[in-house]
């Protein structure tokens, strides 16, 4: 009787605290760019205005973890949830600008490949962390991208977005980010850029960045770069 009255009462319970976590999470890892179209060859930048509570978040993401555990796992199942908890308060800025114009990439284009293409193309796509890939706990970390791209003679112009995500040691998905590409506005090659703050006191260890770049709504390249983590 008293087991199915508290199976009763921590279910709801653990469906209002991922439901807390997820939209703080949401309000971290989703911002969107200023409406502002930018100039060619100027720079775009989006900045994330949310208030979130670490403190909150993190409690919010232990009460969860510890709902899902079992018996002595529910301890466990705390520490990982706050742990979560954290990742998602992170806020991003992002950049993008335009490093090569697009005559310069069609002459290169040409000399390898011949005749340009009939639809978007993207060429390249290569990221990489700086100034390197050994950060600080608390640390600022930021992930620098550049695309080449090619538009095609009878294409519309393209609309790109890049998606950044986190990755714990152990491979479990920690943080995300999706941002439009705003510089983008024909052939050209252009540099963007993730920066954010990792949280304080992370476990240390191997993680992993992942870039993904979409182009009409289909993703088009990833990258991966290893992020060692250091106190």
């Known amino acids: 009787m008293h087991a199915h009255e508290f199976r009763s009462t921590g279910l709801p319970a653990m469906a209002i605290a991922v439901t807390l976590l997820g939209g703080c999470a949401d309000m971290g890892g989703l911002g969107k760019p200023d409406a502002t179209a930018a100039a060619p060859g100027a720079s775009t930048q989006s900045t994330a205005t949310h208030e979130c509570n670490p403190v909150v978040t ?5 009460l969860a973890g510890s709902l899902f555990g079992n018996g002595k796992g529910h301890l466990a199942g705390a520490a990982i949830g706050a742990g979560v908890g954290v990742f998602a308060c992170m806020a991003y800025n992002y950049h993008s ?20 293409p009939a639809t978007n193309t993207i ?4 990221s ?3 100034p390197g890939g050994t950060v600080q706990s608390g640390g600022k970390v930021e992930m620098q991208s550049h695309v080449t791209l090619l538009r095609g003679a009878h294409d519309v112009p393209p609309q790109l977005k890049e998606q950044l995500t986190l990755y714990s040691p152990d491979g479990k998905q920690l943080a995300t980010s999706t941002k439009d590409v705003d510089a983008i506005n024909g052939t050209g ?3 963007t850029s993730f920066d954010f703050n990792l949280p304080k006191g992370i476990q240390e260890g ?3 960045m992942s870039s993904t770049l979409y182009m009409g709504g289909q ?3 990833t990258n ?7 106190s």
Not at 224 to 230: A, D
């Open 123 to 126: 060429d390249s796509y290569q």
């Open 97 to 116: 600008r335009r490093v090569r114009d697009a005559r310069a990439v069609e002459a290169q284009y040409q000399s390898q490949r011949g005749a340009l």
């Open 58 to 62: 993190g409690a919010i993401g232990a």
């Open 219 to 221: 993703k088009v390249r």
């Open 224 to 230: 991966e770069v290893p992020m060692l983590v250091v």
């Open 189 to 191: 090659e252009y540099e």
């Open 128 to 130: 990489a962390l700086v």
């Open 206 to 208: 191997r993680y992993t």
